[in-house]
Structure formats: C-alpha cells, structure tokens
C-alpha cells in the first residue's frame, strides 16, 4: 500500500474551499442579474448624491423617492404613488436616489443645508422640495398608503 503524502491533502483542501467560494460567488451573481424592478423605478428619473444639489436647482419644485429598487415590499405603494404623481404637477420632477448610494458626505450635507436627518432603516423616504429648499421628509412604513401620508404636495 501506497503512502500519500500530508501536502496532497492540504492541496485537495485548497481545491475544495475554492470550489465552494467559486460556487458561493457564481450563486450570488446569478440572484443579483434575477433581481426585478418594479415599474415605478422604470417611469422615475434617477439621480446620485453628486448631482442632487444641481438637480434642485434645475427643478426648485420636486419629489425625491430615496429607496432601493430591488425590494419590492412596497410595489404597492409605488404603484399607487406613480399614478397619483402622474396626475400632478410633480409629473416631470419626480425622482429616484437609489439608497445604497447614498454616502455620509451626503447626509452631512443634508443636515447642514437643509436640517434633514437622513437616517435609512429599510424603508422609503420621500423628500418634497419645494422653491429649491427640501421642505418636508416622510418616512413610508409598511402597509401605508398615499392617503395616510402627509405630503403636503397632493390634494386629497
């Protein structure tokens, strides 16, 4: 009987970790390209953190949505705030900031111009802007409605 040497199997060990990374990684890859966004993010305009005070400036009367696409917990509400919107005013000046963009430096910058705390715990904030000055930041829990919403922007 043949003797196999210790290194052949901290090689074999190598090739197996790797193995199950690799597949870990290709996993992943393949959820992340299956992900599906919702129609409201397909009919808002996108904007990053770098452009949002140029952005203001152009639109001084806007609504910034700031939540992640892929989530689809609230496909409900944003259908329902993607008709409402479309029948406003706000129709060309609704926005999207994708929220896993949004940095400290951005934030900072929120709270020093505009005293906004933007503080993200996985759910959708609207920010209305109104005469270049955001003017109103609500929080949309889970199960709200537009309706249940004070936005000041819609007549109910």
Do not use: C, H
């Not at 197996?16 to 129609?39: C, D, F, G």
């Not at 953190?49 to 001084?60: A, H, R």
């Not at 999207?96 to 949004?102: A, E, G, L, V």
């Amino acid at each position: 009987m043949k003797n196999i040497p210790i290194k052949n199997y901290f090689y074999l060990l190598i090739i197996l970790v790797i193995t199950v990374v690799l597949t870990i990684n290709i996993l992943n890859m393949y959820k992340l390209s299956k992900r599906v966004e919702t129609e409201f993010y397909k009919y808002a305009n996108t904007i990053s953190s770098k452009e949002f005070d140029s952005y203001i400036t152009e639109y001084p009367d806007s609504i910034i949505y700031i939540y992640d696409k892929y989530n689809t917990d609230y496909k409900d509400f944003e259908t329902e705030f993607k008709e409402n919107i479309e029948q406003s005013y706000y129709k060309n000046n609704l926005v999207y900031m994708d929220k896993k963009n949004i940095n400290k430096k951005f934030k900072n910058k929120l709270k020093e111009n505009y005293n906004i705390e933007l503080e993200y715990n996985n759910m959708p904030i609207i920010l209305i802007v109104e005469d270049g000055v955001i003017t109103k930041k609500v929080e949309v829990e889970l199960g709200n409605k537009l309706s249940d919403l004070d936005l000041g922007v819609f007549e109910w």
